[in-house]
Each structure stands twice: as C-alpha cells, then as structure tokens.
C-alpha cells in the first residue's frame, strides 16, 4: 500500500491559462482503495529560491511527487503540479491528494523540474531537473501546523527548499461544481491583471484557482468563467472563509500582490461587490450544479462494458523463442498479466461479463494480407468471450494459429469500438459506458488516424485504455494521452471535446497488478462523469432496452450489402476470420450462380 491517489497528468502554466484543483481523485479513490483505515489528505507545494536552470531567464519549475509501495519497492508516481513560469520562488495551486495511514511508514520523493520542453511535459527525460527531497508522510502530519520544509538537492548541491503544507480531509465530498464570473469594474490600471482564490481551514488560506491574466478594456477587466469542483473551493460549507487576492501579472512570472479580500460563498449572489484599491470586483453568474458521483452512476446501474484488443505484431517476438512478449511461459506474459489485472477489477462492473475480444497485427491462416482488426474466436459478428477467464482462454487457444506481422495500427479498431458505443446511443442505450482496452509493444504507426478516430470518438460513451508492455519506446503515447491540451484532428477540423484515452507503461509496475489496475484506471472514473454529465444524464437514467437488430446484426448486413453492390470487402477484420472468409465465399457462390443463370 503506497497510500497514493493516481495523478492525472500535469496542468499547462499557471499564468497562461487558468488552474484549478481537482477533487475527482478525493472523491473517486475509495473505489480502488486498498484495505485498512487511512485519511484522505491534500499536500500544498510551493518552493523557495530554486536552483536556476536557465540562462536568459529563470526557471520554469514544476513538481512531481513519487511514493515506494511497500511490496515491490518501486516509486510510483503519485501527481503533480503545474508549471509556473519564470519563477525560483513558486506557490503552486494544483494540490496532490495521498492517503495516510498511521500504521504505515510510507516513504515518497519530490521530484523538481526545469520545462525544457513543453510539447513533453509527461516525459520527464526531456526535462531539467533541479532537485529532489524525500520524506516520510507522517513527518507533515507530524510537524507543527502541518508545515514541513526539505531540502532540495542535485548530486550532493544545494537546489532550494520545497515547503509542504498537508491538509486532512475530513469531510465526505461531493462532486458538485461551482459556477462563477468574476469582473473587476472601474479599474484605471494599463497593465494586465490575474486572480487567485483561496479556501480556509485551520487558520490557513489554501489557493484553489489562479486565473488567466486579462487587461482593462473601457475601465472594466473581464475574466473567464470559472468552474470549479465544490469540494475544492469550499468544502461543501459554503459559509467557510474564502479570498480573493489579486496581481499585477508579470511574463517573469512574480506576479506581484496588490489586493485582497475575504468573503463567504454563500454571500456571493449575482451581482455582489468587493471593493479594492484598483476597481470594484464583481461576482456574476454564481451557481452551484448538482452533479453526480461515480459511485452514484453505478449505483444507478450504469453499465460498464470492456473490451480488450491484443497487440500481434511481429516486434512482439515468436512465443517459442524465449523473451517473447508472448511468452508460452504464462508467468512471464506481460499481456496475461495486463489482461488479467485490469479486467479482473472491470468486469464486476458489467452485468453480463461477457468481453468482445480483438486482435490486430497479425494475418490469419489462408489470409496473406495482415489485419488490423480481427475477432479471437474467430467471429466477427460474435466476438465475445464470458469473464476473463474466457479472454485468457481463447488467447491461449488461438494465438499459435496467428502469424505475427505488422505494422502497428490502431485506428480501425477504434473506429469498429466507437461505431459499437454510437449504435448504443443511437437505439437509446444512454446508460452504458465502453471500455477498450488495448495492449501494445510498440509505437503507432497510423498515429494522424488514430488521432482522428479518437477525436469522432471523444463525444461517445468510451474510454481508451492503453497498456504498453516491453521495453519499447512509447514517447508518442503522451501524445494520445491528452491531459495537458486535447488532441486535434487536422481531417475532421476541431478539437477532442473530452480527453477519453489513458496511457500506462506494465514495466513501471510490474509485479504489483493492485497499483497497475489503480493506475491504469486512474481516469475512468472523470471521464465516465464528465460524459454523463455533458449529455445531461442523471445517475438514475432508466437503463432502456434496444429497438430494432443488434449492433452486430447491422455489421453483417452492411458488408453484405457492401460485398454485394462492389464484390469487395474492404474492412480487413471481415476477410480476416472465418466467419468472414465463409460469409464472401457464400456470397461469391451465389453471385457464380446468377451470372451462370
């Protein structure tokens, strides 16, 4: 038990772009929590006089916090924070929520960085790094206030000093989400100007939210509006002491304070007013939206449907030959290992259990090109296989009958997996929610159309979930795992409307399957919310039954119809099974017969 909750990526610069804290993690760890009391705990960074990376400016500092899981021994990324530009002194809003259990010595590290590059913030290789620091958990909830100070250090020199402040969360939260406008009228100032919200507890001001910066237009500085867990802002007690502190913004990055004010949420009406020294702030368009928990959704009967598709491409190796990713030694198959460490903790969610499974990469007997979508049991129209078990069984049965080959697509099982959630949604099916899991050794060789496949997909009911297994070299799948900025089709001309896919490296916890599943499922938990959420769904939506021919059904039918009026078959996974090779000689034969005729 490491104690920590799954961090879902880092923010983009603090002074750029609005950021916030997020409650999800709070909210949502009890589902994967491991056995045994713990305290939900918030850790509040900042930093002081950093080690200076740069050479025409300062620094521009982010932090990430690691904890040792006591069974494997291994540092596990636990979150981090955003970046803050041009700053040796940072006040980080993003928090990192941990579990603390007295019982436990739970050892972590702070890790600082330097952005080098920015399109990469999830590779941390391509960052400098500035310092370390490690510490015990209990040592903060230990130290007077809370408040506990480390040295930092790069090989043995002195690289600043990181400041932790932890806060208990005692309260059960909700996931309710506060809405609010905030304008500064009557401002005389020239230069642009940012926000900062904070929340009290014990005596202390936590910052939650720092706005982008905005300038004065005709004596009045509009800012985006602001939308923010309950749970982060106030607690659920919206009598609890909020502020507002307001700066001067500088591109260096020490936005320097001129104001601040305290106020209560619940005095915050349309239309109430704070004076200050640079113009009267205004708070508009203030609401509290009701909005549902995960928990609540399955609570409701929300289904959650997995499937799982297997990389077979040739990078994979011969399962006879010793250190195939294969492996006929099951304890050495890292795709058993994912499947069954993942799946196992999904399927208790699905009702029926039964998982359609694919494969791609490989070309099958009598076959001689290669697909990239095909059916494991052979079946097309029938993929599905029951529990887990299931899955591993027809794995093992059919995969001596694949000849590995590649390249390594994924697109169009994406778009077969979001064809199957769209038919959902469009017979009314609104309470469930698709899983694909995707197993893989290598890098994307279609990345522009997957990129695309993902983005039609973002507005359906899904999630990807991406496992990379063996020691190849997944830098692009940062890429896909969009968490600091969302992907953008350049086919379809927009934007992902939500980020739907979650990359986790087996290596990074190989032999711990509780920590590989709690990462590996990090995610799942917001986007199924923000899906429902979007589409206005209440966590008691009647569950519905379909109208008209199943899903698969309609498969069939359309490469029946397709073969019939052209004589082809384009979709690789219809000429890659059996099922499917019968089906276009069945076709063929009839077509002989009437020319015949």
């Not at 005596?203 to 905005?214: K, L, T």
């Not at 007997?365 to 296989?385: D, Q, R, Y």
């Not at 991406?466 to 900025?485: E, Y």
Request: with cysteine; proline share 4%; hydrophobic share 35%.
């Amino acid at each position: 038990m490491c104690g920590c909750v799954p961090s879902s990526g880092s923010s983009s610069a603090a002074d750029r772009a609005p950021v916030q804290v997020s409650s999800e993690e709070l909210i949502t760890s009890q589902l994967f929590a491991d056995s045994g009391l713990f305290t939900a705990t918030e850790l509040h960074i900042s930093c002081e006089n950093l080690a200076n990376k740069d050479v025409l400016s300062k620094s521009d500092p982010f932090v990430v916090l690691y904890c040792r899981d006591k069974r494997s021994g291994q540092w596990t990324e636990a979150g981090r924070t955003e970046v803050i530009d041009n700053n040796l002194n940072p006040v980080f809003v993003k928090s990192i929520a941990v579990k603390y259990f007295f019982e436990e010595r739970q050892p972590m590290r702070f890790e600082v960085y330097d952005v080098d590059d920015r399109n990469n913030l999830n590779n941390l290789k391509k960052q400098e790094l500035i310092g370390t620091a490690e510490f015990m958990l209990h040592e903060v909830i230990r130290a007077k206030d809370q408040i506990l100070r480390l040295p930092l250090s790069d090989k043995g020199k002195s690289a600043g000093t990181l400041k932790l402040h932890a806060e208990e969360v005692k309260e059960k939260l909700s996931s309710d989400i506060a809405h609010l406008t905030i304008e500064c009228n009557g401002s005389t100032v020239s230069y642009p100007m940012l926000y900062r919200l904070f929340r009290s507890d014990g005596g202390s001001f936590f910052p939650v939210y720092q706005s982008e910066a905005s300038r004065s237009t005709n004596g009045n500085i509009l800012w985006h509006q602001v939308k923010i867990p309950a749970a982060s802002l106030f607690r659920d007690d919206q009598s609890r002491q909020l502020r507002i502190e307001l700066y001067e913004y500088s591109s260096k990055g020490s936005h320097k304070p001129v104001d601040a004010k305290d106020f209560q949420f619940s005095a915050v009406l349309d239309g109430f007013k704070l004076g200050t020294r640079f113009g009267t702030v205004v708070f508009k368009n203030v609401s509290v939206e009701k909005r549902a928990s995960f928990l609540e959704y399955l609570f409701g009967g929300c289904q959650i449907s997995l499937a799982i598709a297997i990389d077979f491409t040739g990078s994979n190796g011969d399962p006879d030959v010793p250190g195939s990713l294969h492996s006929m030694n099951m304890a050495k198959n890292q795709y058993i290992q994912a499947i069954r460490a993942i799946g196992e903790t999904l399927q208790e969610y699905d009702s029926d259990k039964n998982i359609p499974v694919f494969g791609f990469g490989a070309k099958i007997p009598g076959i001689a090109s290669t697909s990239h979508c095909f059916a494991l049991n052979g079946n097309i129209f029938a993929p599905e296989v029951h529990t887990i078990d299931g899955v591993l069984n027809v794995y093992n049965k059919n995969m001596g009958k694949l000849q590995f080959s590649g390249p390594t697509n994924f697109a169009e099982i994406i778009r077969y997996f979001g064809d199957f959630a769209y038919w959902h949604v469009s017979n009314g099916l609104v309470f469930n929610y698709f899983v694909l899991l995707m197993i893989t050794d290598g890098l994307i060789t279609d990345m522009e159309n997957t990129i695309d496949e993902i983005v039609r997909c973002s507005g359906l009911p899904m999630s990807i979930i991406i496992t990379g297994v063996g020691d190849a070299n997944f830098h692009d799948m940062d890429r896909l795992d969009s968490d600091t900025q969302p992907l953008f089709s350049k086919k379809l001309g927009k934007y992902a409307v939500r980020d739907i896919v979650q990359f986790v490296s087996f290596n990074k916890f190989a032999g711990n399957a509780q920590e590989l599943a709690r990462q590996t499922l990090a995610e799942l938990p917001k986007q199924l919310v923000d899906y429902m959420t979007a589409m206005k769904i209440p966590s008691n939506a009647p569950i519905g039954m379909p109208s008209g021919p199943s899903f698969y059904t309609l498969k069939q039918n359309e490469f029946i119809g397709r073969f019939m009026n052209t004589g082809t078959v384009s979709y690789t996974h219809l000429r890659a099974h059996e099922t499917g090779r019968n089906l276009v000689c069945r076709l063929l034969l009839e077509k002989k017969k009437k020319k015949k005729k």
